[in-house]
């Protein structure tokens, strides 16, 4: 049986991708601003965390700087003095630390965190973040596309409630093709016994999902909902869902 509980944030409360951003009002995905306003508005939150190369929890989805900062940087060799000058689309805001985003949320909502790794080398990212939740009080629920990373969560504190990311990851060359059909059937869920699956609705329904679900073994999440056509369909299929662009 899931260890989730049934009136539990992850599966009762719609969770706001990248907080509640809305470029056009000039918040970007993943800001300070856009946390903000996902508090305001009483939303959980996902958000995306990489390692700087001092150590500290900066706040991105992709691995490069260019889409969002217009410059082309991979982040492998971000440092955290340099988060500053990177402004996201235009704006004022610029790359958030987690620290900084964890005491402005102040447990006023939950918190879903993304751990962004492709590497089989786990360890230093999944270390910092635990020692900084060790501080955190409020609600928090991790999740990885790389089941060796929520494995290793799992490990440093087995209460932690992990689940695993996945698609039908096309278009990732990086990723050998046996490797992403295992990903892809979340065959893998044995290396880290996930709470819940977070899975793209664009590649759904799938048999194997449902199997899982039944009998309340594991959640089900949709990403990403955007249209209210997107909704009907994740509330049917899923037990909750990820939104942006929609209320």
């Known amino acids: 049986m899931n260890r989730i509980k049934s009136d ?40 995306d965390v990489h390692l700087t190369t001092d150590g500290r929890l900066f706040i991105l989805h992709d691995f490069n700087t260019e889409r969002v900062c217009g410059r082309n940087f991979n982040v492998s060799g971000m440092k955290s003095d340099m988060l500053g000058d990177f402004r996201l689309m235009g704006t004022e805001y610029t790359l958030p630390l987690l620290d900084d985003v964890l005491a402005e949320v102040d ?26 939740l060790q501080e955190y009080k409020g609600d928090v629920a991790i999740e990885s596309f790389n089941p060796l990373s929520i494995r290793y969560m799992r490990k440093k504190n087995p209460e932690y409630i992990i689940g695993q990311l996945s698609y039908d990851f096309k278009g990732k060359d990086n990723i050998p093709g046996p490797v992403k059909r295992l990903l892809e ?33 594991t959640a089900l999440l949709g990403w990403t909902i955007r249209t209210e056509d997107d909704r009907a369909f994740a509330e049917s299929h899923c037990d909750n869902y990820i939104f942006e662009k929609i209320r």
């Open 185 to 217: 059937n979340c065959r893998l869920n044995f290396l880290s016994h996930p709470d819940f699956i977070a899975y793209d609705i664009k590649n759904m329904p799938r048999p194997f999902l449902k199997k899982m679900a039944d009998g309340n073994k």
């Open 8 to 47: 539990s944030w992850i599966l009762t409360r719609p969770i706001a991708h990248r907080g509640l951003h809305n470029i056009e009002e000039g918040i970007p995905e993943n800001s300070m601003g856009a946390f903000q306003a996902a508090v305001e508005a009483g939303h959980p939150m996902e958000l």
């Open 107 to 132: 447990g006023r909502v939950p918190v879903l965190i993304e751990i962004k790794s492709e590497s089989v080398h786990v360890g230093p990212l999944e270390e910092k973040l635990h020692e900084t």
